[in-house]
């Protein structure tokens, strides 16, 4: 036994403090348990601290940038519109230096103890918790394990001063002149049109035949030709092979639609996924089942094979999403305490925070038809809403699609402004079994951009107002 291992029983011990962690936490504590948090970073997570919320301040940074430029088409000038970059990075870390505090109170006024190190499972009730030269011991009655993901790195493009993850991308010192992104998911469109806005030269390399796979060819034509109407260069169907480093920056070798290219830039990014922190914390050790890519095997109340341990987030399969380690974790922590709570993934939403946005959520119209659904579709214009042409944001759609027989509402798909926020409302929707006619018959505030979901409604059920019926 090291010099000074003690061992301190506890009650539930949460490992990892995102935003799958720390909701299991507070879920827990809520319900009468004493909790123990072990966090080897920051309380929050990547998400709070250098995820999600770092990268929405960044994007609504640029954003600010771009409409101060664009100010003149409204009647509006200001002179000459500057970036001090240093500033930009100072509030992005105000912003989330406020909620990771926030989270650290919250744990306070719940009563849930903090430890800082890294868990190591001895046994299937036993952690070790490694902080430099000091080790302890944690026995307890049940575990949450929500230790999330990490980017993944590709051999010929290791991490380095040159070759930046989302992290390093997220806190440069200075606007790169030049940048090349490999991948084009949510993370390297989002990242990508970041800089694009401030003025980087991008360079966009992604294998598939489209930008953001996953997501509806009509939403994202519209995403692409934002970010070509910045200057960015996007080559689909390009595999990046390898990549010298030269005085001043990097170049790539990539095979593009079957053609040998090559690109410069002051730095590559890369985006092309993430993997699961599972492998450094002893789980085959104790015999936990994973699956063959590292992922945590577990029933829909978060329960691995071994049946006082739970595993919530991005070490399980699914999307890693914040939002769906959240609700993982309020699961999990109702589970171990008795309730009969279990996973529904009827309706995770899943957005983007691109130009202009995009999100979906429950079905998409060939999904319901795969499955087959006769459905019914309704897709609304912004452009014939009189908020978004008010806020100079003509661009996108609101599309719902339902049973055609019954008028259940199955799913919805929005670009355009907002539909980080708009798309909820389907989400509860769909959650709670309503048809076209619910939404239809809800009074919708006007103006507004939410409205155009009661549109879409009206156009799905055969009697739209607002433009015409084909």
Known sequence: MVVGEFTTEVDVLVIGAGPGGYVAAIRAAQLGKSVTVVERGNLGGVCLNVGCIPS??????????EQMKKAEQLGISAGEVTVDFAKVQAW???????????????????????????ALFVS?????????????????????????????????????ERVLSSTEALNLTEIPKSLIVIGGGYIGIELGSVYAR???????????????????????????RKLKKLQAEIHTKALAK???ETKDGVVVTAEVKGEEKTFEAEYVLVTVGRRPNTDELGLQDIGMKLTEKGYVVVDKQGQTSIPNVYAIGDIVEGPALAHKASYEGKVAAEAIAGHASAVDYKAIPAVVFSDPEIASVGLSEREA???????????????????ALSVNAGEGFVKLVADKETGVVLGAQIVG????????EVGLAIEMGATLEDIELTIHAHPTLGEMVMEAAELAAGHPIHVLNK
């Open 56 to 65: 929405k301040a960044l994007i609504h940074a640029s954003h600010t940038f």
């Open 92 to 118: 992005k870390e105000k912003v989330v230096n406020q909620l990771t505090g926030g989270v650290g109170s919250l744990f306070k006024g719940n009563k849930i103890q903090t430890v800082q190190g890294e």
């Open 242 to 244: 390898g990549m010298e």
């Open 369 to 387: 038809k795969e499955q087959g659904i006769n459905c019914t579709v309704g897709r609304f214009p912004f452009a014939a809403n009189g908020r």
């Open 417 to 424: 402004p907002e539909a980080s926020n708009i798309i909820a």
């Open 124 to 160: 299937e009730n036993e952690v070790r918790v490694l902080n430099g030269y000091e080790v302890n011991r944690y026995k307890f009655n049940h575990c949450i394990i929500a230790t999330g993901s990490r980017p993944i790195e590709l051999p010929a493009f290791k991490f380095g």
């Open 198 to 224: 401030f003025g980087s030269k991008v360079t966009i390399l992604e294998g598939a035949d489209q930008i953001l796979p996953g997501f509806e060819p009509e939403m994202t034509r519209l995403v692409e």
